[in-house]
């Protein structure tokens, strides 16, 4: 068995969530005279690829010590809503049901194909990253409870819509941007279409129900998309964590992880060496400009 990465890589320069506190490294020792390198890092948990924890928005729920490796690595179902979904735009169940095989208690990875623009990529671009991915509405939400799904992964800033959390008061120029699109699409407001009773659904709802998310996904999961696999999430054992930087891999047979780096040998390369697919980049601001007309 073979590993394929699906963690984006971790440096100064990743963004943090909006307004959480990026990482920090400093040299406490040198090997001259010390013999050895000694780093202290001051960082949120919610920065890289990351996995929030229950008691990250739910006061009774889990700490992240207390998620079970049967519950971190499950059979999971791999959706590309990258054709469907440009700036701002909402999915739904019925777009990632007729892309791929959802199971009762799967993990469900999204690829929103908003990884394209983090900060490891040819065309890194961090608001349209944090402020301007799809996302779900209370539709998805009820349906994610109904499949019983473990957790869920995405491969942008947020598993909510990022006009449904504080965003939106932060960002009044890209609010504006998706106002627009919101009376053009369903002819309803922001305010109207994400009411306060919908507030940050994805975290506030659902973690309740033990359905809790990784966010800031992305490596090489364009070779992994429309497909069912095993994913593994790993984050510390951390005691009283509310949520925690992690690893997150996808696993397959040899043949198969083969066949996929001689895929790979025929795509572009990050900085850091990860394959992708720049026809996502021209899909998404295909649709972008249509939804903007």
């Known amino acids: 068995m073979k590993f394929i990465d699906l963690t984006i890589p971790l ?14 490294v ?23 690829t990351h996995l929030d924890g229950e008691i990250h928005f739910f006061t009774a729920g889990k700490d992240i010590a207390s998620l079970e490796m049967d519950y971190l690595v499950h059979e999971a179902a791999v959706v590309d809503l990258s054709d469907i979904c440009g700036d701002y735009d909402v999915y739904t169940s019925q777009m990632v049901e007729d892309r791929v095989e959802v199971r009762e208690g799967d993990i469900l990875i999204i690829h929103t194909g908003y990884h394209h623009f983090g900060w490891d990529m040819p065309n890194a671009d961090e608001i349209r990253y944090m402020v301007k991915h799809p996302g779900p509405d209370r539709e998805f939400a009820e349906w994610a409870k109904k499949k019983k799904l473990r957790w869920i992964g995405v491969d942008c ?18 609010a504006k ?13 922001l305010a109207e279409f994400f009411d306060d009773s919908k507030y940050q659904l994805m975290h506030l709802e659902m973690f309740p129900h033990g359905i809790i998310h990784a966010e800031c996904l992305g490596g090489e999961i364009d070779l992994l998309l429309n497909r069912r696999v095993q994913i593994g999430f790993f984050p510390w054992r951390f005691v009283d964590g509310e949520s925690c930087i992690g690893r997150c891999v996808a696993m397959v047979e040899d043949d198969e992880y083969n066949r996929l780096m001689a895929e790979k040998t025929n795509l572009p390369k990050t900085k850091f060496g990860d394959a992708f697919n720049p026809q996502h980049v021209k899909t998404l601001d295909q649709l972008t400009m249509k939804n903007m007309e």
């Open 26 to 48: 400093k040299y406490f020792k040198r090997l001259a005279p010390n013999g050895a390198n000694g780093q202290l890092l001051t960082h949120s948990n919610h920065l890289g």
């Open 157 to 174: 800033g947020s598993a909510d819509h990022p006009m449904n959390t504080i965003i939106r008061d932060w960002m009044p120029r890209q």
């Open 177 to 189: 941007e998706a106002e627009l699109l919101f009376q053009k699409k369903f002819n309803q407001s």
């Open 11 to 24: 440096g100064i320069a990743t963004p943090p969530w909006p307004t959480y506190e990026a990482l920090q």
